[in-house]
Protein backbone atom coordinates (compact mmCIF):
# COMPACT_ATOMS: atom_id res chain seq x y z
CA UNK A 1 0.00 0.00 0.00
CA UNK A 2 3.07 2.52 1.15
CA UNK A 3 4.38 1.55 -2.57
CA UNK A 4 1.44 2.44 -4.18
CA UNK A 5 0.46 5.16 -2.25
CA UNK A 6 4.21 6.62 -3.09
CA UNK A 7 3.96 5.78 -6.86
CA UNK A 8 0.65 7.63 -6.85
CA UNK A 9 2.22 10.77 -5.31
CA UNK A 10 5.26 10.62 -7.34
CA UNK A 11 2.49 10.63 -10.82
CA UNK A 12 1.18 13.74 -9.56
CA UNK A 13 3.75 15.43 -8.62
CA UNK A 14 5.45 14.86 -12.24
CA UNK A 15 1.98 16.04 -13.56
CA UNK A 16 2.47 19.11 -11.77
CA UNK A 17 5.81 19.91 -13.16
CA UNK A 18 4.95 19.10 -16.65
CA UNK A 19 2.24 21.89 -16.00
CA UNK A 20 4.27 24.00 -14.49
CA UNK A 21 6.33 23.25 -17.12
CA UNK A 22 4.17 23.64 -20.16
CA UNK A 23 2.11 27.43 -17.94
CA UNK A 24 5.66 28.58 -18.15
CA UNK A 25 6.44 28.09 -21.77
CA UNK A 26 3.04 29.38 -22.63
CA UNK A 27 3.53 32.61 -20.91
CA UNK A 28 7.07 33.10 -21.89
CA UNK A 29 5.66 32.72 -25.60
CA UNK A 30 2.90 35.23 -24.78
CA UNK A 31 5.13 37.53 -23.94
CA UNK A 32 7.64 37.38 -25.85
CA UNK A 33 6.86 36.07 -29.51
CA UNK A 34 3.08 36.99 -29.85
CA UNK A 35 3.08 40.27 -28.06
CA UNK A 36 6.78 41.24 -27.16
CA UNK A 37 7.21 43.70 -24.56
CA UNK A 38 9.01 46.37 -26.53
CA UNK A 39 6.74 47.68 -28.62
CA UNK A 40 4.16 49.14 -26.18
CA UNK A 41 6.97 49.79 -23.71
CA UNK A 42 9.87 50.93 -24.90
CA UNK A 43 9.25 52.05 -28.76
CA UNK A 44 10.39 51.08 -31.70
CA UNK A 45 13.53 49.30 -32.11
CA UNK A 46 15.22 51.41 -35.20
CA UNK A 47 17.74 49.00 -36.83
CA UNK A 48 20.37 51.11 -38.28
CA UNK A 49 22.34 51.82 -41.25
CA UNK A 50 19.37 52.39 -43.12
CA UNK A 51 18.35 55.47 -41.05
CA UNK A 52 22.04 56.91 -41.37
CA UNK A 53 21.28 60.74 -41.89
CA UNK A 54 17.76 61.10 -40.13
CA UNK A 55 19.36 63.31 -37.95
CA UNK A 56 20.58 65.89 -40.01
CA UNK A 57 16.64 66.43 -41.05
CA UNK A 58 15.23 69.34 -40.61
CA UNK A 59 11.34 70.25 -40.67
CA UNK A 60 11.52 73.43 -42.10
CA UNK A 61 14.67 72.60 -44.40
CA UNK A 62 14.20 73.80 -48.06
CA UNK A 63 11.96 71.21 -50.24
CA UNK A 64 14.03 71.08 -53.26
CA UNK A 65 14.91 67.42 -54.06
CA UNK A 66 11.83 65.54 -55.94
CA UNK A 67 10.77 62.31 -55.28
CA UNK A 68 10.93 59.90 -58.33
CA UNK A 69 7.81 58.19 -57.90
CA UNK A 70 5.24 61.08 -57.47
CA UNK A 71 7.22 64.49 -57.69
CA UNK A 72 6.82 65.42 -54.51
CA UNK A 73 9.21 67.44 -52.81
CA UNK A 74 11.60 66.98 -49.67
CA UNK A 75 15.00 67.75 -48.28
CA UNK A 76 18.31 66.94 -49.30
CA UNK A 77 18.77 65.37 -45.90
CA UNK A 78 15.92 63.22 -47.01
CA UNK A 79 16.62 62.40 -50.25
CA UNK A 80 20.13 61.00 -48.69
CA UNK A 81 18.25 58.33 -47.47
CA UNK A 82 15.70 57.11 -49.60
CA UNK A 83 19.08 56.72 -52.04
CA UNK A 84 20.27 54.70 -50.15
CA UNK A 85 17.05 51.86 -50.54
CA UNK A 86 14.62 51.08 -53.19
CA UNK A 87 11.54 51.42 -53.09
CA UNK A 88 9.03 49.21 -50.94
CA UNK A 89 5.73 48.03 -51.54
CA UNK A 90 3.47 46.68 -48.16
CA UNK A 91 -0.09 44.62 -48.44
CA UNK A 92 -2.16 46.50 -45.63
CA UNK A 93 -6.21 45.28 -45.45
CA UNK A 94 -9.03 46.86 -45.03
CA UNK A 95 -10.95 44.31 -43.33
CA UNK A 96 -13.42 46.15 -41.11
CA UNK A 97 -11.75 44.33 -38.02
CA UNK A 98 -8.58 45.90 -39.10
CA UNK A 99 -9.06 49.70 -39.11
CA UNK A 100 -7.99 51.76 -38.40
CA UNK A 101 -4.92 51.00 -40.01
CA UNK A 102 -1.36 52.20 -39.90
CA UNK A 103 1.01 53.96 -41.92
CA UNK A 104 -1.25 54.96 -44.89
CA UNK A 105 -0.59 58.08 -44.49
CA UNK A 106 3.07 58.16 -45.00
CA UNK A 107 2.68 55.93 -48.44
CA UNK A 108 3.54 57.91 -51.21
CA UNK A 109 1.46 55.77 -53.48
CA UNK A 110 -1.53 53.36 -52.61
CA UNK A 111 -3.15 50.80 -54.61
CA UNK A 112 -6.76 49.59 -53.72
CA UNK A 113 -8.42 46.71 -55.43
CA UNK A 114 -10.77 44.27 -54.06
CA UNK A 115 -9.28 41.08 -52.51
CA UNK A 116 -12.06 38.39 -52.51
CA UNK A 117 -15.67 38.61 -51.62
CA UNK A 118 -16.04 42.52 -52.22
CA UNK A 119 -13.23 43.57 -49.90
CA UNK A 120 -10.37 45.34 -50.47
CA UNK A 121 -6.71 45.28 -50.19
CA UNK A 122 -3.92 47.79 -50.59
CA UNK A 123 -0.84 48.07 -51.67
CA UNK A 124 0.92 51.16 -50.22
CA UNK A 125 4.77 52.24 -51.17
CA UNK A 126 7.41 53.60 -49.65
CA UNK A 127 10.11 55.35 -50.33
CA UNK A 128 10.45 59.19 -50.20
CA UNK A 129 8.17 59.99 -47.60
CA UNK A 130 9.05 57.30 -45.05
CA UNK A 131 12.70 58.59 -45.25
CA UNK A 132 12.10 61.43 -42.16
CA UNK A 133 10.80 58.53 -39.65
CA UNK A 134 10.22 55.09 -38.67
CA UNK A 135 6.73 54.08 -39.87
CA UNK A 136 4.29 51.13 -38.39
CA UNK A 137 2.45 49.40 -41.29
CA UNK A 138 -0.15 47.16 -40.75
CA UNK A 139 -2.09 45.05 -40.49
CA UNK A 140 -0.10 43.43 -43.76
CA UNK A 141 -2.19 40.76 -44.94
CA UNK A 142 -1.15 38.48 -48.04
CA UNK A 143 -0.13 38.73 -51.56
CA UNK A 144 -2.97 38.87 -54.78
CA UNK A 145 -1.45 38.32 -58.11
CA UNK A 146 -2.54 41.44 -59.33
CA UNK A 147 -0.67 43.45 -57.03
CA UNK A 148 2.49 41.41 -58.34
CA UNK A 149 2.10 43.15 -61.47
CA UNK A 150 1.81 46.74 -59.88
CA UNK A 151 4.80 46.17 -57.35
CA UNK A 152 6.87 45.26 -60.39
CA UNK A 153 6.53 48.69 -61.62
CA UNK A 154 9.07 49.95 -59.00
CA UNK A 155 12.58 49.07 -60.84
CA UNK A 156 14.84 46.04 -60.27
CA UNK A 157 13.93 43.55 -57.62
CA UNK A 158 10.97 45.87 -55.67
CA UNK A 159 10.47 44.82 -52.32
CA UNK A 160 7.44 43.36 -51.35
CA UNK A 161 6.06 42.75 -47.40
CA UNK A 162 3.15 40.47 -47.29
CA UNK A 163 2.35 37.55 -44.88
CA UNK A 164 2.02 34.70 -47.32
CA UNK A 165 -0.55 34.73 -50.27
CA UNK A 166 -2.85 32.91 -52.92
CA UNK A 167 -1.17 29.68 -53.24
CA UNK A 168 -3.36 27.74 -55.56
CA UNK A 169 -3.13 26.02 -59.19
CA UNK A 170 -3.96 28.15 -62.09
CA UNK A 171 -3.73 31.66 -62.50
CA UNK A 172 -4.02 33.03 -59.08
CA UNK A 173 -1.50 31.39 -57.78
CA UNK A 174 0.43 34.79 -56.37
CA UNK A 175 3.30 32.34 -54.13
CA UNK A 176 4.08 30.66 -56.79
CA UNK A 177 4.39 33.87 -59.40
CA UNK A 178 6.94 35.30 -56.39
CA UNK A 179 8.91 31.89 -56.86
CA UNK A 180 8.99 31.89 -61.02
CA UNK A 181 10.03 36.00 -61.03
CA UNK A 182 13.34 35.10 -58.58
CA UNK A 183 12.10 37.59 -56.09
CA UNK A 184 12.64 34.35 -53.01
CA UNK A 185 16.56 33.73 -54.53
CA UNK A 186 17.06 37.31 -54.82
CA UNK A 187 15.75 37.97 -51.32
CA UNK A 188 13.60 40.96 -52.45
CA UNK A 189 10.44 38.67 -51.23
CA UNK A 190 9.78 40.14 -47.63
CA UNK A 191 7.56 37.45 -46.58
CA UNK A 192 6.62 36.72 -43.09
CA UNK A 193 6.48 33.48 -42.75
CA UNK A 194 10.63 33.93 -43.77
CA UNK A 195 11.42 36.71 -41.41
CA UNK A 196 9.00 36.46 -38.33
CA UNK A 197 10.07 38.88 -35.10
CA UNK A 198 11.40 41.32 -34.45
CA UNK A 199 10.54 42.22 -38.46
CA UNK A 200 7.30 41.46 -38.27
CA UNK A 201 5.24 40.74 -35.19
CA UNK A 202 1.68 40.44 -33.83
CA UNK A 203 -0.39 42.87 -31.57
CA UNK A 204 -3.64 42.18 -30.03
CA UNK A 205 -4.23 44.68 -28.49
CA UNK A 206 -3.38 47.66 -30.93
CA UNK A 207 -6.72 49.02 -31.92
CA UNK A 208 -7.98 48.29 -28.28
CA UNK A 209 -10.73 45.67 -28.87
CA UNK A 210 -10.49 41.66 -29.46
CA UNK A 211 -9.54 41.11 -33.05
CA UNK A 212 -8.79 38.04 -35.01
CA UNK A 213 -5.16 36.30 -35.49
CA UNK A 214 -5.53 37.68 -39.10
CA UNK A 215 -5.64 41.20 -38.37
CA UNK A 216 -2.97 41.49 -36.46
CA UNK A 217 0.77 41.62 -37.67
CA UNK A 218 3.01 44.65 -37.89
CA UNK A 219 5.94 45.92 -39.04
CA UNK A 220 7.82 49.22 -39.45
CA UNK A 221 9.73 50.51 -42.91
CA UNK A 222 13.12 50.33 -41.14
CA UNK A 223 12.87 47.04 -39.98
CA UNK A 224 11.62 46.21 -43.56
CA UNK A 225 14.35 47.87 -45.27
CA UNK A 226 16.92 46.77 -42.79
CA UNK A 227 15.54 42.78 -43.74
CA UNK A 228 16.54 43.86 -47.64
CA UNK A 229 19.46 45.11 -46.55
CA UNK A 230 20.91 42.43 -44.52
CA UNK A 231 20.26 40.42 -48.14
CA UNK A 232 22.57 42.88 -49.82
CA UNK A 233 19.35 44.97 -51.52
CA UNK A 234 19.82 48.59 -50.64
CA UNK A 235 19.72 51.09 -53.98
CA UNK A 236 21.83 48.13 -55.44
CA UNK A 237 22.15 44.53 -55.37
CA UNK A 238 25.03 41.94 -54.74
CA UNK A 239 25.86 42.40 -58.18
CA UNK A 240 26.04 46.46 -58.45
CA UNK A 241 23.01 46.67 -60.41
CA UNK A 242 20.63 49.77 -59.15
CA UNK A 243 17.07 49.48 -58.47
CA UNK A 244 16.17 52.39 -60.72
CA UNK A 245 17.79 51.48 -64.27
CA UNK A 246 14.91 50.73 -65.70
CA UNK A 247 12.56 52.86 -63.70
CA UNK A 248 10.31 54.85 -65.75
CA UNK A 249 9.07 57.86 -63.86
CA UNK A 250 5.36 59.57 -64.40
CA UNK A 251 5.56 63.03 -65.45
CA UNK A 252 4.71 65.65 -63.26
CA UNK A 253 4.03 69.09 -62.61
CA UNK A 254 3.64 71.78 -60.12
CA UNK A 255 0.37 72.21 -58.84
CA UNK A 256 -2.61 74.87 -59.76
CA UNK A 257 -2.94 78.10 -58.10
CA UNK A 258 -6.07 78.77 -56.63
CA UNK A 259 -7.75 80.58 -59.35
CA UNK A 260 -7.05 77.85 -61.70
CA UNK A 261 -8.77 75.68 -59.34
CA UNK A 262 -11.22 73.23 -60.12
CA UNK A 263 -15.09 72.70 -58.31
CA UNK A 264 -15.21 69.10 -58.46
CA UNK A 265 -15.16 68.43 -54.87
CA UNK A 266 -16.53 65.15 -54.35
CA UNK A 267 -15.93 61.45 -56.08
CA UNK A 268 -18.15 58.54 -54.91
CA UNK A 269 -18.16 54.74 -56.34
CA UNK A 270 -18.68 51.15 -54.79
CA UNK A 271 -16.43 48.54 -55.42
CA UNK A 272 -19.27 46.23 -54.64
CA UNK A 273 -23.47 46.55 -54.25
CA UNK A 274 -23.37 43.66 -51.79
CA UNK A 275 -20.71 45.82 -49.18
CA UNK A 276 -21.18 49.26 -48.29
CA UNK A 277 -18.49 48.85 -45.60
CA UNK A 278 -16.41 49.49 -48.75
CA UNK A 279 -17.78 52.27 -50.57
CA UNK A 280 -15.65 55.47 -51.38
CA UNK A 281 -15.90 58.84 -51.15
CA UNK A 282 -12.80 61.40 -52.03
CA UNK A 283 -13.39 65.05 -50.89
CA UNK A 284 -11.72 67.80 -52.53
CA UNK A 285 -10.48 70.87 -50.64
CA UNK A 286 -9.93 73.40 -52.38
CA UNK A 287 -7.76 75.58 -49.96
CA UNK A 288 -5.41 72.84 -49.30
CA UNK A 289 -5.52 71.29 -52.91
CA UNK A 290 -6.06 67.73 -51.32
CA UNK A 291 -8.48 64.61 -51.63
CA UNK A 292 -9.72 63.11 -48.15
CA UNK A 293 -10.73 60.24 -48.39
CA UNK A 294 -13.82 58.61 -46.87
CA UNK A 295 -13.67 54.62 -46.38
CA UNK A 296 -17.24 53.00 -45.39
CA UNK A 297 -18.69 56.27 -45.30
CA UNK A 298 -16.62 57.30 -42.05
CA UNK A 299 -13.52 59.23 -42.38
CA UNK A 300 -10.30 57.38 -43.33
CA UNK A 301 -8.28 58.36 -40.39
CA UNK A 302 -4.43 56.27 -39.48
CA UNK A 303 -4.64 54.90 -36.55
CA UNK A 304 -0.72 56.23 -35.39
CA UNK A 305 -0.83 59.95 -36.00
CA UNK A 306 -5.32 60.62 -36.11
CA UNK A 307 -5.14 62.15 -39.81
CA UNK A 308 -7.41 61.34 -42.38
CA UNK A 309 -5.97 60.37 -45.54
CA UNK A 310 -5.17 62.85 -48.26
CA UNK A 311 -3.62 63.01 -51.44
CA UNK A 312 -2.73 64.92 -54.24
CA UNK A 313 -4.21 62.68 -57.15
CA UNK A 314 -7.10 60.06 -56.96
CA UNK A 315 -6.58 58.25 -60.20
CA UNK A 316 -9.13 55.42 -61.19
CA UNK A 317 -8.21 52.54 -63.45
CA UNK A 318 -11.08 50.44 -64.74
CA UNK A 319 -10.26 46.68 -65.85
CA UNK A 320 -11.74 43.20 -66.81
CA UNK A 321 -12.66 41.48 -63.80
CA UNK A 322 -12.76 37.72 -63.85
CA UNK A 323 -13.93 35.56 -61.06
CA UNK A 324 -14.19 34.15 -58.45
CA UNK A 325 -12.02 31.52 -60.11
CA UNK A 326 -12.27 28.82 -57.25
CA UNK A 327 -13.75 28.27 -53.64
CA UNK A 328 -11.77 30.75 -52.15
CA UNK A 329 -13.23 33.05 -54.08
CA UNK A 330 -9.87 34.53 -56.03
CA UNK A 331 -10.43 37.21 -58.39
CA UNK A 332 -8.46 38.29 -61.52
CA UNK A 333 -8.10 41.51 -63.11
CA UNK A 334 -6.76 42.20 -66.55
CA UNK A 335 -3.68 44.34 -65.62
CA UNK A 336 -1.65 44.72 -68.52
CA UNK A 337 -3.65 46.03 -71.54
CA UNK A 338 -5.45 49.43 -72.18
CA UNK A 339 -8.71 50.29 -70.44
CA UNK A 340 -10.62 53.30 -68.87
CA UNK A 341 -9.40 55.66 -66.48
CA UNK A 342 -10.50 58.99 -64.67
CA UNK A 343 -7.96 61.36 -63.14
CA UNK A 344 -8.86 63.90 -60.12
CA UNK A 345 -6.17 66.73 -59.42
CA UNK A 346 -6.21 70.37 -58.98
CA UNK A 347 -10.13 70.27 -58.43
CA UNK A 348 -10.27 68.61 -61.94
CA UNK A 349 -11.21 65.55 -64.00
CA UNK A 350 -9.55 64.31 -66.46
CA UNK A 351 -10.96 61.23 -68.86
CA UNK A 352 -9.00 59.10 -70.60
CA UNK A 353 -7.21 55.41 -70.42
CA UNK A 354 -4.55 53.62 -68.43
CA UNK A 355 -1.91 51.67 -70.72
CA UNK A 356 0.54 48.59 -69.43
CA UNK A 357 2.47 46.34 -71.48
CA UNK A 358 3.49 43.91 -69.51
CA UNK A 359 4.54 42.86 -66.10
CA UNK A 360 7.26 45.00 -65.30
CA UNK A 361 6.41 47.76 -67.60
CA UNK A 362 4.92 51.56 -65.96
CA UNK A 363 1.38 52.03 -65.94
CA UNK A 364 0.86 55.07 -67.77
CA UNK A 365 -2.08 57.60 -68.21
CA UNK A 366 -3.13 59.38 -71.32
CA UNK A 367 -6.07 61.89 -72.10
CA UNK A 368 -8.33 61.69 -74.63
CA UNK A 369 -5.91 63.08 -77.36
CA UNK A 370 -3.26 60.34 -76.24
CA UNK A 371 -1.25 62.78 -74.70
CA UNK A 372 0.54 61.61 -71.35
CA UNK A 373 -1.00 63.04 -68.19
CA UNK A 374 1.00 65.09 -65.75
CA UNK A 375 0.34 63.94 -62.20
CA UNK A 376 0.51 66.98 -59.89
CA UNK A 377 3.37 66.60 -57.17
CA UNK A 378 2.66 64.55 -54.32
CA UNK A 379 1.08 61.58 -52.82
CA UNK A 380 -0.92 59.69 -55.51
CA UNK A 381 -3.94 56.89 -54.84
CA UNK A 382 -4.79 54.54 -57.20
CA UNK A 383 -8.04 53.10 -57.48
CA UNK A 384 -8.95 49.75 -59.52
CA UNK A 385 -12.74 49.12 -60.33
CA UNK A 386 -14.56 46.63 -62.19
CA UNK A 387 -14.93 48.14 -65.91
CA UNK A 388 -18.65 48.94 -65.85
CA UNK A 389 -18.69 50.08 -61.93
CA UNK A 390 -19.89 53.69 -62.11
CA UNK A 391 -17.91 56.75 -60.73
CA UNK A 392 -20.05 59.69 -59.54
CA UNK A 393 -18.36 63.12 -59.63
Not at 75 to 103: C, F, T
Not at 156 to 178: E, T, W
Not at 250 to 258: A, C, D, M, R, S
Request: include cysteine.
Amino acid sequence: MVEKKNKTIFWILVGIGLYLMSTGLSYATFIYIVKPPEEKNAGFISPLPVNEGREKIVADAPKTEACPLNGGLFSKAERSIWEKRRPLGVMIENHVDSRPQSGLSKADIVYEVVAEGGITRFLAIYFCQAAAEDVLVGPVRSSRTYFLDWISEYGDYPLYAHVGGANVSGKANAMGQIRDYGWVNKGNDLDQFSLSFPTFWRDYERLGRPVATEHTVYSTTDRLWEAAQKRGLTQTDKDGNRWDDDFVSWKHKEEENGDNRGQVNKIEFSFSRSYSDYNVRWEYNQSSNLYSRFNGGQPHMDLDNNQQLSFKVVAIQLMKETGPIDDLKHLLYQTKGEGSALIFQDGQVIKGKWVKKDRISRTIFFDEKGKEIEFTAGPVWIETLPAGNEVSY
